[in-house]
């Protein structure tokens, strides 16, 4: 044996470490056009800039402070020359001072990022086991089962988040007054947000989940598998579930998007802090700085998030490997 | 083809057949969207009170005999607000849906049939309108062109545009090359027509069915935008926008709230399953 050729764990390795380091590239990429994108359509909104700087046409400034903001903010200057400082500042960290809140954007996204983190890393991870819970145990079982599960899927899947998470509120909230209905410390009130975002998340997954199982269950490794005498749910979590959760995988990429969006409703909804209901109200305020500075963060996220579902993909299924994305 | 490969097919097209035989799922939703048709065109069959009319007295009314669905903070029938709401929500669904298919296709045909580089120059902006979840760009165009029902259904269709356009533009790449294009070709068509005539028809077939969901979907995201309070404005009988009025009461008068969503999740439930069954028979036909 000669000594370059490395173990093929190792060199499976090294081809997904290249492979990442290609995305990252390809991100950085994606998120320069969602920079320039953002910053050129915000300049289409309407209203003057200043004014929302300094609280909205009903502030009446007088003329000079209008002027001496312009000037502080840089709006005097051309378009294009505005661009090239936005994206030097960019580079450097520097997103700028959000118009409604008079702090630094980076400090702002600080203190609302983990919120929506842990909204969406619960919500993805409750999806998860609904859907292991669901299909695991029910596909390819009697008919009758199969069937009430399938049914229970489609119906969660249709469930409006925002729905959901008004129903949830007027019962357990409201009504049995067993979690509380607003706020964002402590576990307590993660539990009913979380559950909006995850049933129909979860009934999305499992609808092809479940479709993927029962294909694989009559598969001849399957077979092969049940006669060395492993027990039906061994099968099932042991051999079974590797080959059918790719497609969830997959699918686990488009979630994070899909999150996001519900996380912005329900983040209203309960009001909790995040990065949602923050956009939210940015937009609203006409906050430039802090809406382009949001929106560059869930890109961010969720290119990250996609490179990381990829890799986990060609990790669960070797097949892949060389594949183009 | 010989005869005997023949025979062995005919069964097959027949179990086929009947296993897409209308079961009582698909038949309750066809039926329920043929009653949300007729109710968009016809409010006045099924709701005889005025959506708008104000009955102070009768306010926070529970559901009754009187009132189905119970009423709201002016006394308005709950009712008869969701009936007239349904033409406002379904001809949004349907014209966001309309409007995102028209971009994905104008997206789709130009990456698959505009040679390497322009395709993977759609590719890539595509790849970058996904970095944008679909919430957030509707909400950046709110931004910049205000709410109201026109925008509300531009920023729904954008926002669900690049998924459609990234599965034309494989139908176009998978159909490109058929038999039948080249025969058309080979006949010296027009490319044009050919587009209108051969290639379209085909790529959009496997889709029709995506399209029948994505109406449910697109109601969702419209009414989550208004539910914001960035769609229809108050009053106007609107699915999420009577969903937004109702949060504020929550605590005591459950009925402001569900019941505009209930018609929401029939609706999704009903193209969900109507497109299913459209699926199958289309794949049935297919094969």
């Known amino acids: 044996m000669s000594r370059t050729t490395l173990s093929p764990r190792r060199e499976r390795l090294a081809r997904l470490g ?129 069937s009430l599960a399938s049914l229970a899927e489609t119906l969660a899947a249709a469930l409006p988040h925002f ?99 519900g996380a912005v409703v329900i983040e209203v909804i309960f009001s909790r802090k995040g990065l949602g209901r923050q956009l939210y109200q940015a937009v609203q305020a006409q906050d430039l700085p802090l809406t382009i500075g949001i929106s560059l963060v869930v890109a961010a996220g969720y290119v990250l998030a996609n490179i990381v579902v990829d890799l986990l993909y060609q990790w669960l299924d070797p097949r892949q490997q060389g594949n183009p994305a | 083809m010989s005869e005997l490969t023949l025979e062995a097919t005919l069964p097959q097209v027949r179990v086929q057949r009947r296993a897409s035989r209308l079961r009582p799922g698909p038949l309750l939703a066809l039926a329920f969207l043929l009653l949300l048709i007729v109710a968009a065109l016809l409010p006045q069959l099924f709701a005889h009170s005025d959506p708008l009319a104000i009955v102070p007295h009768d306010a926070f009314h529970p559901p009754s005999q009187a009132h189905w669905f119970g009423t709201d903070q002016s006394g308005r029938d709950i009712f008869s607000r969701v009936i007239h709401g349904t033409r406002q929500s379904l001809f949004i669904g349907l014209a966001a849906t309309a409007l995102a298919m028209s971009i994905a296709i104008a997206l ?15 590719g890539w902006l595509l790849e970058v309108l996904f970095a944008f979840p679909s919430l957030v760009l509707a909400l950046l165009f709110v931004a910049i062109f205000g709410s109201g029902i026109g925008p509300l259904i531009i920023a729904t269709g954008l ?79 609107e699915w999420g926008t009577m969903l937004s009025m109702g949060r504020d009461f929550i605590a005591n008068a459950w009925w402001l709230t569900f019941f505009p969503g209930l018609f929401i999740v029939l609706t999704t439930l009903s193209t969900t399953v109507a497109g299913r069954y459209l699926q199958q028979r289309l794949e049935g036909r297919l094969s």
Do not use: C
Request: hydrophobic share 50%; glycine share 12%.
């Open chain 1, 18 to 146: 290249r492979r990442a380091l290609w995305r990252l590239a390809g991100g950085i990429l994606v998120l320069w056009a969602v920079a320039t994108l953002t910053f050129f359509a915000l300049r289409l909104m309407p209203g003057d800039p200043v004014l929302a700087i300094l609280g909205g046409p009903s502030g009446n400034p007088t003329a000079e402070t209008i002027a001496e903001a312009t000037r502080e903010y840089g709006l005097d200057k051309p378009l294009p020359v505005q661009y090239a400082l936005y994206l030097g500042r960019l580079v450097q960290g520097d997103l700028g001072i959000s118009y409604s809140q008079h702090l630094p954007v980076t400090r702002v996204l600080a203190q609302q990022s983990w919120p929506t983190l842990e909204l969406t890393l619960s919500s993805l991870a409750l999806a998860w086991l609904l859907v292991l819970a669901l299909t695991v145990v029910t596909a390819g079982r009697r008919r009758w089962l199969a």
């Open chain 2, 108 to 122: 789709g045909l130009l990456g698959g049939l505009g040679g390497a580089r322009i395709d993977r120059g759609v």
């Open chain 2, 159 to 237: 926002g669900g545009a690049p998924g459609y356009a990234r599965m034309v533009r494989g139908q176009v790449l998978a159909v490109r090359n058929a038999g039948y294009i080249e025969a058309a070709r080979a006949l010296g068509h027009p490319p044009l027509r050919i587009i209108a005539r051969q290639l379209l028809p085909n790529a959009m077939r496997p889709l029709i069915v995506t399209l029948t969901m994505g109406v449910g979907q697109a109601i969702v995201w419209a009414s989550a935008l208004s539910f914001l309070g960035l769609g229809a404005r108050p009053p106007a009988p």
């Open chain 1, 163 to 261: 729905w959901l998470g008004i129903l949830l509120l007027a019962l357990f909230a409201f009504g049995l007054r067993l979690f509380p209905p607003a706020g964002s410390d402590g576990w307590r009130t993660l539990v009913l947000p979380s559950i909006a975002l995850a049933i129909p998340l979860a009934g999305f997954i499992a609808q092809v989940t479940r479709e993927s199982l029962e294909l694989t269950l009559e598969q001849p490794f399957v077979l092969t598998a049940r006669t060395r005498g492993l027990s039906d749910l061994a099968v099932r979590f042991k051999h079974a579930l590797r080959h059918a959760v790719l497609p969830g995988v997959s699918l686990s990429g488009w979630a994070i998007g899909a999150l996001i969006s």
